[in-house]
């Protein structure tokens, strides 16, 4: 796989370098990096095959290939639209009494996408994939595949925002939403994919909340899973403690509580002490001193019989991080509104 690795970096960069144009170029881009059928994200997928020693030789290697690439293709961008501005203006007569146009600021990434690009690499380089899935949703992937029955209150607690025309008492299955949470990708990974199997989901849920300064009704998550014969609540316990410390440092700490959840069991939510006031207490923690970021447990025998996985040789667990809140920690936001507000003094900041 090193050899493959490096064969991508050559043979990419002298693609990349030979692109004629901004389209050939995207297409390359694409082909190269591509998050679904890219050749650098398909011998990703090939890791989980790989022993754990090989993992961690392979994981930053691939890291690096990603950025190499990433900033070749950047630079040649660049160069393109030097030369089709150079093209354009050759013909131009230049006129200098006409004042000049103002600077405009390129921009950045917004801070979610800043922090949710960070947890991509550092999954990838354990080993995870980084899957996507769609947002408009059956109501079988994101309830009944998850071991929500029909009448299960726990819907009650994640209303969304259903398609026109679908029967809220029509029988389990049916309809279609926007949904809730990224954890309907856990079935349809391992029915695509099998065991064993790691991977993250990063992506944006709806809810039918009340907004506040903790809520909103749109977020975002990333899920993550991993199945195999000899997973147990440990690895779950350490994956979340490094994900904890490596966004927040080594001084942060996490706690475990019992939650119940469908397709988890056992369950549990997992907290961190709060940005604001360092666990004293205030109104962003509900004067708890502690900010819940996640929901984890070990999967339910149901979840991997959805997934065509005999539940009596696998196992393994599932957490679902909430992005948004993950962010308000890091910077220390105080209301989460903010972060789709558009507000560009605030989004100047990052």
């Given at each position: ?10 043979e990419?960069?002298?693609a ?7 389209l050939?170029?995207a297409?390359l881009?694409?082909k190269?990096?591509g ?8 011998i ?7 022993a ?5 030789e392979i994981?930053?290697l691939?890291?690096?290939?990603k950025?190499?690439?990433e900033?070749?293709?950047a630079?040649?961008?660049?160069e393109?639209s030097?030369?089709a501005?150079?093209?354009?203006a050759?013909?131009e ?5 006409e ?14 996408t800043?922090?949710g690009?960070?947890l ?6 354990l080993?995870?994939?980084?899957l ?13 595949a998850?071991?929500f029955?029909a009448?299960h ?16 008492a ?8 926007m949904?809730?949470h ?8 391992l ?10 989901v ?13 809520h909103e ?13 000899d ?9 979340l ?8 440092g ?14 988890v069991?056992?369950?549990v ?8 006031c ?17 929901g ?12 065509g ?11 679902g991080?909430g992005?948004?809140?993950l962010?308000m920690?890091?910077y ?5 509104r903010?972060l789709?507000?558009g ?8």
């Amino acid at each position: 796989m090193t050899i493959d690795l490096q064969q991508l970096k050559t043979e990419g960069l002298l693609a990349i370098k030979a692109a004629k144009d901004k389209l050939e170029l995207a297409n390359l881009e694409i082909k190269l990096l591509g998050r679904k059928n890219g050749e650098l994200t398909n011998i990703l997928k090939s890791l989980k095959d790989l022993a754990a020693e090989v993992k961690k030789e392979i994981g930053p290697l691939a890291n690096e290939v990603k950025i190499i690439l990433e900033s070749a293709v950047a630079a040649r961008h660049r160069e393109l639209s030097a030369s089709a501005w150079e093209n354009a203006a050759a013909g131009e007569r230049l006129d200098i009494t006409e004042p000049a146009l103002p600077h405009l600021d390129p921009g950045h990434l917004h801070p979610i996408t800043q922090v949710g690009r960070d947890l991509e690499d550092f999954f990838a380089k354990l080993g995870f994939m980084v899957l996507d899935g769609p947002e408009l949703e059956s109501d079988y992937y994101n309830f009944s595949a998850l071991n929500f029955a029909a009448d299960h209150p726990a819907r009650d607690i994640m209303d969304t925002f259903y398609i026109k025309g679908h029967d809220p008492a029509a029988p389990a299955g049916a309809g279609w939403l926007m949904r809730t949470h990224t954890s309907p990708m856990q079935v349809r990974a391992l029915q695509k994919y099998g065991a064993p199997l790691a991977a993250i989901v990063p992506g944006k849920c709806f809810r039918n909340e009340s907004t506040d300064a903790r809520h909103e009704h749109t977020l975002y998550q990333i899920e993550g899973f991993m199945y195999d014969t000899d997973i147990t609540f440990a690895h779950l316990k350490g994956i979340l403690e490094a994900v904890a410390k490596h966004l927040y440092g080594p001084e942060v700490k996490m706690r475990f509580s019992p939650k119940f959840y469908p397709f988890v069991e056992p369950g549990v939510r997992g907290e961190v002490t709060c940005f604001l006031c360092k666990g004293r207490g205030c109104r962003v923690c509900k004067n708890s001193g502690w900010l819940e970021i996640f929901g984890a447990g070990m999967t339910h025998p149901n979840v991997l019989k959805a997934g065509g996985v005999d539940p009596a040789k696998y196992q393994g667990f599932a957490f679902g991080l909430g992005l948004s809140r993950l962010v308000m920690l890091k910077y220390g936001i105080e209301d989460v509104r903010l972060l789709e507000s558009g507000n560009i003094k605030f989004l100047e900041q990052f």
